[in-house]
């Protein structure tokens, strides 16, 4: 496994020409075709040496001075394919042609290319970002899942193929896989990064996010990436709370134990609350939205293609037309409730920041699997931002600490994750 590459050093050399783009390119694709057959974080790409050497070029033409070129140029990022990219076929880890999927870049992928960045490939996501893996591994071992449905985004950072990649998460597909391979990812709060040129799984819900190895490079890829960024000052140490009750309890107890040491060694003042009330019922509203959702936005590519859908997602689809419209109404003033309470709890409480697991335990073995999303649903169900730091291992295997922030509060809860990483590097 290559050594993770940090974002922000990166980025700073490649602005300087050191080394310069088609040197860049270079490395980036012997890397890719040395590491990436183990892996299987990218989509395979036979032209990617060709087109990326065309892309380095014109950038360059762009930018002829060092003065001036934008934050990430030639940072080569990994791209979920569920995104659309110009150029490039998205398959959304489906067996479906690629014309039924085709469409347009959106706004994420525009500010990628103003920013100066070199799409290294479509990684490899679950199909539709749903539950059926795809054929990513986990770096750290080949044996156990990297996570999903932002599966290979994940494992291309943890392998040290590129230094960003971007993700979506509709309940646990960026949170997770960084757990799970050991790398910092960042959701931020629903709609505040663009998700328009995006392949849907459930709108209400729906974000995308991103990778890197530190909080440095996620919180310079989200100054680029997110709308209205404003750079958050230097903040105190935050206040933790930890939610206690049934959530916690689906929790490996050989994880929760390893959680609470590192709670513990932070040095850092916690509240211990139970903000979710009925967490069966918050577990109930989400699955209703979600799968009422899918079910929607596939009703035509279903009824053409359903024949080439696994069995997972056809199993989802076909639960979710069980839900009917009243229902999935329901469920989204249950969740407008929900936020309101949470936000009234966690500001009664004095909370700077929820910390919890940021998976049920380390990666499981096998690849049959993308393990359970439970750590992060009651947030995705409220829409806040949240970050995943790596937090020691367990089983030979990464362990992430889950962060949570207010609404809206992203900067500061970036902010406040790089503390709480250094406490955990201390």
Same mark, same amino acid.
């Given at each position: 496994?290559?050594? @993770?590459?940090?974002?922000?050093?990166?980025?700073?050399?490649?602005?300087?020409?050191?080394?310069?783009?088609?040197?860049?390119?270079?490395?980036? &694709?012997t890397?890719?075709?040395?590491?990436?057959p183990?892996v299987?974080?990218?989509?395979?790409?036979?032209?990617?040496?060709?087109?990326l050497?065309a892309?380095a070029?014109?950038?360059?033409?762009?930018?002829? =001075?060092?003065? #001036?070129?934008?934050? *990430?140029?030639?940072?080569a990022?990994? =791209?979920?394919?569920?995104?659309?990219?110009?150029?490039?076929?998205?398959h959304?880890?489906s067996?479906?042609?690629?014309?039924a999927?085709?469409?347009?870049?959106?706004?994420?992928?525009?500010?990628?290319?103003?920013?100066?960045?070199?799409?290294?490939?479509?990684?490899?996501?679950?199909e539709?970002?749903?539950?059926?893996?795809?054929?990513?591994?986990?770096?750290?071992?080949?044996?156990?899942?990297p996570?999903?449905?932002?599966?290979?985004s994940?494992?291309?950072?943890?392998?040290?193929?590129?230094?960003?990649a971007?993700?979506?998460?509709?309940? #646990?597909s @960026?949170?997770?896989?960084a757990?799970?391979?050991?790398v910092?990812?960042?959701?931020?709060?629903?709609?505040? @990064?663009?998700?328009? +040129?995006?392949?849907?799984?459930?709108?209400? *819900?729906?974000?995308?996010? &991103?990778?890197a190895?530190?909080?440095?490079?996620?919180? *310079?890829?989200?100054?680029?990436? &997110?709308?209205d960024?404003?750079p958050?000052?230097?903040?105190?140490?935050?206040?933790?709370?930890?939610?206690? +009750?049934?959530?916690?309890?689906?929790?490996?107890?050989?994880?929760?134990?390893?959680?609470?040491?590192?709670?513990?060694?932070?040095g850092?003042?916690?509240?211990?609350?139970?903000?979710?009330?009925?967490?069966?019922?918050?577990?109930h509203?989400?699955?209703?939205?979600?799968?009422?959702?899918?079910?929607? +936005?596939?009703?035509?590519?279903?009824?053409?293609?359903g024949?080439?859908?696994?069995?997972?997602? =056809?199993?989802?689809?076909?639960? #979710?037309?069980?839900?009917?419209?009243?229902?999935?109404?329901?469920?989204?003033?249950?969740?407008?409730?929900?936020?309101?309470?949470?936000?009234?709890?966690?500001?009664?409480?004095g909370?700077?920041?929820?910390?919890?697991?940021?998976?049920?335990?380390?990666a499981?073995?096998?690849?049959?699997?993308?393990g359970?999303?439970? @750590?992060?649903?009651p947030?995705s169900?409220? #829409?806040?931002?949240? =970050?995943?730091?790596p937090?020691?291992?367990?089983e030979g295997?990464? *362990?992430?600490?889950q &962060?949570?922030?207010?609404?809206?509060?992203?900067?500061?809860?970036?902010?406040?994750?790089?503390?709480?990483?250094g406490?955990?590097?201390?």
């Amino acid at each position: 496994m290559e050594p @993770m590459t940090p974002l922000v050093p990166a980025a700073a050399r490649l602005r300087a020409g050191d080394p310069p783009l088609d040197e860049h390119v270079e490395r980036l &694709c012997t890397r890719i075709d040395r590491v990436d057959p183990g892996v299987r974080a990218f989509v395979p790409e036979p032209g990617r040496h060709d087109r990326l050497t065309a892309d380095a070029r014109a950038l360059a033409a762009r930018h002829p =001075v060092a003065a #001036g070129r934008p934050p *990430l140029y030639g940072v080569a990022v990994g =791209v979920k394919d569920v995104v659309h990219v110009d150029g490039l076929p998205t398959h959304a880890g489906s067996a479906l042609p690629p014309g039924a999927l085709a469409g347009p870049e959106g706004a994420l992928m525009a500010r990628l290319r103003a920013a100066g960045a070199l799409v290294a490939g479509k990684t490899v996501t679950a199909e539709f970002a749903v539950l059926a893996p795809g054929q990513t591994r986990n770096p750290h071992d080949l044996a156990h899942s990297p996570g999903g449905s932002s599966s290979g985004s994940a494992a291309a950072v943890a392998a040290g193929l590129v230094p960003l990649a971007i993700g979506t998460q509709t309940v #646990g597909s @960026m949170i997770r896989p960084a757990a799970y391979c050991g790398v910092v990812g960042f959701r931020p709060t629903y709609g505040r @990064m663009p998700v328009d +040129g995006v392949i849907a799984h459930a709108p209400t *819900l729906d974000t995308t996010g &991103c990778y890197a190895s530190d909080v440095a490079g996620v919180v *310079l890829a989200a100054s680029v990436l &997110c709308d209205d960024w404003r750079p958050a000052g230097a903040p105190g140490a935050p206040v933790l709370g930890v939610p206690v +009750g049934p959530y916690l309890a689906e929790v490996r107890p050989e994880a929760l134990a390893a959680f609470e040491r590192t709670v513990a060694g932070l040095g850092l003042p916690v509240r211990r609350v139970d903000p979710f009330g009925d967490f069966e019922a918050v577990r109930h509203h989400l699955l209703t939205i979600i799968r009422y959702e899918l079910a929607q +936005g596939h009703a035509d590519l279903f009824a053409r293609f359903g024949g080439l859908y696994r069995p997972e997602t =056809v199993a989802a689809i076909r639960q #979710g037309r069980g839900i009917d419209r009243a229902d999935h109404a329901a469920a989204l003033a249950a969740r407008a409730d929900f936020r309101r309470r949470l936000a009234g709890v966690t500001a009664a409480r004095g909370v700077d920041v929820w910390v919890t697991p940021a998976a049920t335990g380390p990666a499981p073995r096998g690849l049959d699997s993308t393990g359970s999303a439970v @750590m992060s649903l009651p947030w995705s169900l409220a #829409g806040l931002p949240a =970050v995943s730091l790596p937090a020691g291992r367990l089983e030979g295997l990464p *362990l992430g600490l889950q &962060c949570v922030g207010a609404e809206g509060g992203d900067e500061r809860l970036l902010a406040h994750a790089a503390v709480i990483e250094g406490c955990l590097a201390a």
